[in-house]
């Protein structure tokens, strides 16, 4: 098999570079902001769950950045097939990441904490998933990534109620 040069692979050199550069502040945000989300959660003497959940939301967006920066930043193939699959995975892993605090700490309810189950279930599936068949079945990605999206309308009352200005 005859292997494509990289800037005909989907992204020219240019797209390569400026994805490689603003991913990356993206990681440097993600860790400024993880920080400082876990000096606050420190301040007002969060509980554990809520600094669990602070950082698993933190990481996995930590995650995200480093997989797509390295993903983008990395020529070699082989290397970067693999960087793919991470940078995949740890979209399911920031899906989930980003329900944790808002289901765990904002909600707090036998509904949230089966929703929780039910999004990093899929997410460590979508996981599995993507390192073993993904490529048969390309669109199972999108959807599993949409459904965990969705799934978020059978909390958005709850939240809404919970979250709002001054409740």
């Known amino acids: 098999m005859v292997r494509k040069p990289l800037i005909t692979q989907g992204y020219s050199l240019a797209e390569e570079v400026a994805n490689s ?7 440097v945000f993600g860790i400024v902001g993880l920080v400082l989300l876990l000096v606050q959660a420190a301040d007002t003497n969060a509980s554990a769950t809520a600094i669990a959940s602070y950082s698993l939301y933190g990481g996995s967006m930590i995650m995200l950045f480093l997989a797509s920066t390295l993903y983008h930043a990395i020529p070699h193939q082989r290397a970067k097939q693999w960087l793919k699959k991470f940078d995949h995975c740890a979209i399911y892993l920031l899906i989930a990441g980003t329900y944790t605090p808002f289901l765990l700490v904002g909600l707090n309810s036998p509904l949230a904490k089966g929703l929780m189950i039910v999004i990093w279930g899929l997410a460590l599936l979508g996981i599995l998933f993507k390192l073993t068949i993904a490529h048969r079945f390309k669109i ?26 001054g409740g």
Not at 21 to 27: K, T
Not at 140 to 165: E, N
């Open 21 to 27: 550069i603003s991913h990356g502040i993206g990681l």
């Open 140 to 165: 199972l990605s999108l959807v599993t990534y949409l459904t965990m999206g969705w799934l978020s309308l059978i909390v958005v009352y709850q939240l809404a109620v919970k979250l709002a200005v």
